[in-house]
């Protein structure tokens, strides 16, 4: 009998700000068999914590990226790497609500995201670009 690999999923967004959407889209993973990758819980690492995220992104099969009000080096620097590696990418983006506002360099990233003539949309066709607010927008959506 052929060992199935599971599939993973690196889950990648502002540790701090996303904490709760991150553990919701961890908990929708694995209730779908998906093995979620959460630098949170990686073992203890011989070398930097940016280069075992990195390599955790060249391994993962697909990259999640979870995105509200702002967009951290590290972030970016993950994404870069997943469109380097050719992975299928799904970016999540919470809304605003109130008076709530997003960074600048967020607001750019996401502008260009949109943008007929972005180069992700021509070298990369494997990229999702979905909004949520709730709970259960983020669980269906992921």
């Known amino acids: ?7 993973s999923v690196f889950i990648s967004s502002d540790m701090t700000e996303l ?13 779908m ?12 690492m ?15 099969d697909i990259f999640l990226m979870l995105l509200w009000k702002s967009f951290r080096t590290k972030v970016k620097e993950e994404y870069n790497e997943a469109v380097k590696q ?6 999540l983006v919470k809304s605003l609500i109130r008076n709530e506002k997003r960074k600048d360099d967020l607001e750019n990233f996401l502008k260009e995201l949109e943008s007929p003539a972005s180069p992700q949309k ?4 494997r990229l999702t670009y979905k909004p949520y607010r709730k709970v259960n927008e983020l669980r269906a959506v992921v």
């Open 19 to 31: 904490e709760y959407d991150r553990q919701i889209a961890e908990q929708a993973l694995k209730e």
């Open 33 to 44: 068999n998906v093995n979620p990758i959460l630098f949170e819980v990686f073992p203890a």
């Open 1 to 7: 009998m052929a060992l199935v690999r599971q599939i």
């Open 122 to 125: 021509h070298s990369m066709l």
């Open 46 to 60: 011989s070398y930097s914590p940016n280069e075992s995220c990195r390599e955790e992104v060249r391994d993962c």
């Open 86 to 91: 050719n992975k299928p990418i799904l970016i």
